[in-house]
């Protein structure tokens, strides 16, 4: 073996040693331990279908990727809000606004009764950040957010998100 492939295998050692030792701790501490865990999301009445497979979506991609942690988040910037509203509206105006007022007034309209999403949850390590930011249904935000939230409120600090699933309506 080549003397980093060494060192990384004896790094990794450690790092299985250190989790290894907390759980056991945790244990005896009478915490339940998930190295990783799962989240089920429910449509709830109200939700709109198309919204809330897209978010789930989104959130079950960066599952995939090893994005969801369980994260105490900053404190949001609301300016970021009005600064995603504000670009958006620019760009229906310059795109609509001269050759169909009308389409660009009933698009407006549409996402003034929207909210400003989180793609990946604060609360799940996403960031507060114009890139992390969609248009999404009000019912389904204002679900899925207190959902998330209620499971992962007595995870660990650093609990990955290794899965999202919907859970059947029946």
């Known amino acids: 073996r080549s003397a980093p492939e060494a060192e990384y295998r004896q790094l990794q050692h450690e790092v299985e040693q250190a989790v290894n030792n907390y759980n056991r701790i945790a244990h005896k501490n009478g915490k339940s331990v998930k ?5 089920t ?6 939700n709109g279908e198309f919204a809330f497979n897209q978010k789930v979506s989104k ?3 960066a599952a995939k990727r090893g994005e969801l942690v369980k994260t105490t988040p900053e404190v949001r910037d609301k300016r970021l809000i009005e600064k995603y ?4 509206n620019n760009k229906i105006a310059q795109q609509y606004g001269r050759s169909n007022p ?3 007034a ?12 989180h793609i990946v949850d604060l609360q799940l390590n996403g960031k507060d950040a114009l ?18 939230t209620h499971q992962i409120k007595n995870l660990p600090e650093g609990t990955k ?4 699933i919907i859970k059947d309506k029946r």
Do not use: C, W
């Open 59 to 61: 959130l079950q991609e």
């Open 35 to 39: 190295p990783d865990a799962t989240l």
């Open 102 to 104: 009308e389409f660009a």
């Open 41 to 46: 999301l429910k449509k709830k009445a109200g």
């Open 161 to 164: 998100i290794n899965q999202v």
């Open 131 to 148: 890139s992390n930011l969609q248009m999404l249904d009000r019912s389904t935000n204002r679900s899925i957010g207190p959902q998330i």
């Open 85 to 88: 509203r504000k670009q958006l």
């Open 106 to 117: 009933q698009l407006k309209d549409k996402i003034n009764k929207m909210d400003v999403d």
